[in-house]
């Protein structure tokens, strides 16, 4: 079980509401990603769903009960910092095992708890090492390590990849993403990359201003976003938008197209010229100026021979065109 229940959840520091008052529900088993620029309000929510933050009104459920005013302890979750928080004089077993020892588990069932925590997170031969010998990437997986011996009802990820170098975060996001459906337990998972929740979540709920903005599957909140701000915000590279004369045109005071939704071809209705052209082998992305609409980012599949200063058409596929009102929210 790991169903989690939000009411009118609100967190005030002083006269200022930091989380306004959320709503939402996470079904158990479910992989959710808090996202959102920094600032937003995601790990706040974080701590609060952990307790380790006090809410300031509102409800909090867990499997039905009201755990609202429940200590950390008591909640039956599980907490992964970004900093791996582990003991350095301490083993891998016996850093996997601390929470258990803690807990005055009995040494029988421990053993079996560490053994099958470290087979599933490949640290079986790694078990008499100390976290000075390991990797950033087997130090992170100690620490989740750590958190699954307690077989807890939710995994609470507080942007756990962040210390870690490029290609480390790609295989550890693959393996965090492997292990929630091996484990089938509710995970919710903080981070500021947008990537990371495209490529992990079953749902995704994007964070602004202590608000949600909305909640999807990643493709939902890629090909039909609520308003601008999820607009701008999912999708790398990012969405262009555009105002004024053109948008009017299709009776909106926005309009959005992606990158990937913008064909290359000489009659295209919109002229411009190449800027910065980025050839990446399997893509080409084009900074291409067109007045009246400004700078537009192209994608094109493969090796396009284009370069800086080449004059080129654009022509938009209307049917993927995203049309927003002058609140921000899309149009039908």
């Avoid at 755990?67 to 992964?80: D, Q």
């Avoid at 010998?133 to 009802?153: C, F, K, N, T």
């Avoid at 965090?176 to 509710?186: A, G, S």
Wanted: include cysteine; charged fraction near 20%.
């Amino acid at each position: 079980m790991g169903k989690i229940v939000l009411n009118r959840v609100n967190k005030s520091f002083g006269d200022v509401a930091v989380i306004p008052g959320i709503d939402l529900e996470i079904e158990n088993g479910e992989f959710v990603v808090f996202v959102g620029p920094s600032g937003c309000g995601k790990s706040t929510l974080l701590r609060l769903i952990a307790g380790l933050e006090d809410t300031s009104s509102g409800r909090i459920e867990i499997d039905g009960k009201d755990a609202t005013t429940l200590p950390p302890a008591k909640r039956g979750l599980a907490m992964v910092f970004q900093s791996y928080a582990l003991y350095p004089h301490m083993s891998v077993k016996k850093n996997i095992g601390f929470p258990l020892k803690m807990a005055g588990m009995d040494a029988a069932e421990a053993e079996k708890r560490i053994a099958n925590a470290a087979r599933i997170l490949n640290l079986t031969n790694y078990l008499d090492r100390r976290p000075g010998q390991l990797s950033g990437g087997q130090r992170q997986r100690v620490a989740i390590g750590r958190a699954i011996v307690r077989e807890p009802a939710a995994f609470l990820f507080d942007e756990p990849l962040s210390n870690l170098d490029a290609a480390l975060r790609v295989s550890m996001r693959q393996e965090i993403t492997e292990l929630h459906q091996t484990l089938k337990t509710t995970m919710i998972y903080v981070t500021h990359d947008q990537v990371e929740a495209m490529t992990m979540a079953d749902k995704i709920v994007v964070l602004n201003a202590g608000n949600i903005e909305q909640v999807g599957s990643p493709l939902e909140l890629y090909h039909r976003p609520a308003n601008l701000f999820v607009a701008g915000f999912i999708g790398s590279p990012k969405m262009n938008l555009i105002d004024g004369a053109e948008a009017m045109k299709h009776n909106a005071t926005t309009i959005g197209i992606r990158p990937e939704h913008l064909d290359v071809r000489a009659d295209g209705p919109w002229q411009g010229i190449v800027g910065l052209a980025e050839h990446l082998g399997s893509d080409t992305f084009l900074k291409v100026t067109v007045e009246g609409l400004g700078t537009l980012t192209v994608r094109a599949t493969g090796e396009v021979s284009l370069r800086h200063g080449d004059r080129i058409g654009l022509s938009p596929q209307l049917e993927r065109l995203h049309r927003f009102g002058a609140d921000g929210k899309a149009l039908a």
